[in-house]
T-cell receptor, first 111, second 117 residues
Framework: RKEVEQDPGPFNVPEGATVAFNCTYS??????FFWYRQDCRKEPKLLMS???SGNEDGRFTAQLNRASQYISLLIRDSKLSDSATYLC????????????FGRGTSLIVHP | EAQVTQNPRYLITVTGKKLTVTCSQN?????MSWYRQDPGLGLRQIYY???????DKGDVPEGYKVSRKEKRNFPLILESPSPNQTSLYFC????????????????FGPGTRLTVL
């Protein structure tokens, strides 16, 4: 079983839609969680860190559910420019310096 | 401008011909790492470095070497490349490692697309 799992999609949504992605992780000792965005053939860029209390940045909201071991990303009022692959990143506790990346969820926002 | 640079951006080579991909960051970051990204497999860490002269294996270190003689540079060396090392490679840096309870942004370089024939 892969440590970090994401639905690869693609999620096809119209502009203005609300879309949500989940990312499940298998190791309950995981401590740090992030969402990165990657455009085609480009480098990943941090979208947001995910905190226990949840956090919001404009149209983007990230949540962490430790009991069920998943994190989520909600995008409201989707824009064409939101089309990208969204990578979930999880890091373990106990001095692990090797972050685990999900394979990514592809989002396509169409007019 | 804060950035991570990689060179070359594209490289086609042949099996067995040693090559080096350079990585440099200008943010005085302590932590640097190398990843490869393959279709359907996502990003996998090859090696990482906590600081000068401190390096360690990631998930997929076989066939690669690294060095960290200076804080800003972290070259990736393929002593004898093979076709299964054809991939998209990213270098990344952060102020500190993604340790428990913390988490610094990782800044990625633009990527190096390597093809080994």
């Amino acid at each position: 079983r892969k440590e970090v799992e994401q639905d690869p999609g693609p999620f096809n949504v119209p502009e203005g839609a609300t879309v949500a992605f989940n990312c499940t992780y298998s190791n309950s000792a995981s401590q740090s969680f992030f969402w990165y965005r990657q455009d085609c053939r480009k480098e990943p860029k941090l979208l947001m860190s995910v905190y226990s209390s949840g956090n919001e940045d404009g149209r983007f909201t990230a949540q962490l559910n430790r009991a069920s071991q998943y994190i989520s990303l909600l995008i409201r009022d989707s824009k064409l420019s939101d089309s990208a692959t969204y990578l979930c990143v999880v890091n373990l506790s106990g001095g692990s310096y090797i972050p685990t990346f999900g394979r990514g969820t592809s989002l396509i926002v169409h007019p | 401008e804060a950035q991570v640079t990689q060179n070359p951006r594209y490289l086609i080579t042949v099996t067995g011909k040693k090559l080096t991909v350079t990585c440099s960051q200008n943010m005085n970051h302590e932590y640097m790492s190398w990843y490869r990204q393959d279709p359907g497999l996502g990003l996998r860490q090859i090696y990482y470095s906590m600081n000068v002269e401190v390096t360690d294996k990631g998930d997929v270190p076989e066939g690669y070497k690294v060095s960290r003689k200076e804080k800003r540079n972290f070259p990736l060396i393929l002593e004898s490349p093979s076709p299964n090392q054809t991939s998209l490679y990213f270098c990344a840096s952060s102020l500190s490692p993604l340790v428990a309870g913390g988490g610094d942004t990782q800044y990625f370089g633009p990527g190096t697309r390597l093809t080994v024939l």
